[in-house]
């Protein structure tokens, strides 16, 4: 096996940056910055999707979506049916950045037949009307969905999509488990992606090698962040690159649930390491890039919520260091910045909440 400082070497070699460090070890503090409002209770909230107008859109996994906003809930009719079981069941949600005038709605969900699907439906009200779908997996799997929306400078749509419980497969470039995928907003490949032209799978391919994506979010100059759970240890965050191969399951900073040993990233230099990762890990899930008023000291900075972690982490916003990790005692599913630079968390919880971060 390779010395650590030999990797260091060929990494330096091939332009890579330094080993990446672990954060995990750094502890959670109790005092944080910020007091949690309490806006609603929800059961089993999953993703949160603020609208300009102030209000929100926060999607349940068991099939359900509410509005929230102006001291009212009202849960949207017209959704489709889901799989939920487990990780699967109603996924993300995000607004098309032509809101405005379209009122469109981008949702992921885990069908009966169990593929994670990427659709779309117009907001009218309380209601989502003319749903179409867009992507859809084949085959499907088991767990592990990802199913994260960010939509780039570049105006397309940038999908994750989880190994699914099957490790392999996120090295088949035929087959999207494992990936971040790139698609116009009709769900259809790219332009400009690494393999377009080869079609299918690989031409919708941005990135390789994934296991689990729960974060998915562009910075302010166009960088776009991801994070992913590792097995036994070695959550990643990672600087997303097109073409390169993030290397889930050759390599990990985890090992096996069964306590095997993975390969470490510093085995494989041709592979693209993490930025940061975590051992203990805190299950990332949700991620925000801030800019606003409420928290000016955490411009361009990086928002991270813990399930495992049972709070919410702040990674400088060029992915150098974790700056503070806050104890606040719930797991965080989702974690989203308001038009205004409003701070929102949901609780992972059968009687889960909605709670904003209120300025100490």
Do not use: C
Not at 228 to 250: A, F, H, Q, S, V
Not at 252 to 259: E, I, K, L, P
């Amino acid at each position: 096996m390779r010395t650590r400082l030999t990797a260091v070497i060929l990494a330096l070699g091939l332009g890579q940056p330094l080993l990446a460090q672990n954060v995990g070890e750094k502890p959670a503090s109790r005092e944080a910055p910020f007091a949690l409002q309490a806006v609603a209770r929800l059961p089993n909230p999953w993703a949160i999707a603020p609208l300009p107008g102030g209000d929100l859109l926060v999607s349940g996994k068991p099939g359900r979506m509410w509005r929230v906003g102006q001291g009212r809930v009202s849960e949207l009719k017209g959704l489709p049916k889901v799989q939920y079981s487990g990780q699967n069941g109603m996924l993300d949600v995000a607004i098309a950045p032509d809101f405005a005038q379209t009122q469109a709605v981008y949702f992921t969900y885990v069908s009966p037949q169990n593929a994670l699907v990427l659709a779309r439906g117009t907001l009218r009200a309380d209601r989502l009307e003319g749903i179409k779908t867009l992507w859809q997996q084949t085959p499907g799997g088991r767990g592990q969905p990802g199913g994260i929306i960010a939509f780039g400078p570049d105006g397309m749509l940038y999908l994750s999509v989880g190994d699914r419980m099957l490790p392999d497969t996120a090295q088949d470039p035929d087959n999207p488990r494992g990936k971040i995928l790139r698609l116009t907003r009709e769900g259809k490949a790219a332009p400009g992606n690494p393999q377009y032209d080869a079609g299918g799978v690989r031409a919708q391919t941005w990135s390789e090698g994934h296991r689990n994506a729960y974060g998915l979010a562009f910075s302010p100059d166009g960088t776009l962040w991801e994070h992913e759970m590792g097995p036994r240890g070695g959550d990643e965050l990672n600087e997303i690159k097109p073409g390169r191969n993030y290397g889930w399951p050759l390599v990990s900073n985890g090992r096996q649930y069964s306590g095997l040993p993975i390969p470490d990233h510093d085995t494989r230099p041709d592979l693209a390491a993490p930025k940061l990762w975590w051992s203990p890990v805190i299950a990332p899930a949700g991620l925000a890039i801030y800019e606003g008023r409420d928290f000016p000291e955490w411009q361009g900075d990086l928002l991270i919520g813990g399930l495992a972690g049972q709070g919410l982490a702040l990674v400088a916003g060029d992915g150098s260091d974790q700056l503070a990790r806050w104890d606040l005692g719930m797991r965080v599913r989702d974690v989203a910045v308001g038009p205004q630079g409003q701070v929102w968390i949901i609780q992972d919880a059968n009687d889960g909440a909605l709670y904003r971060l209120v300025p100490k």
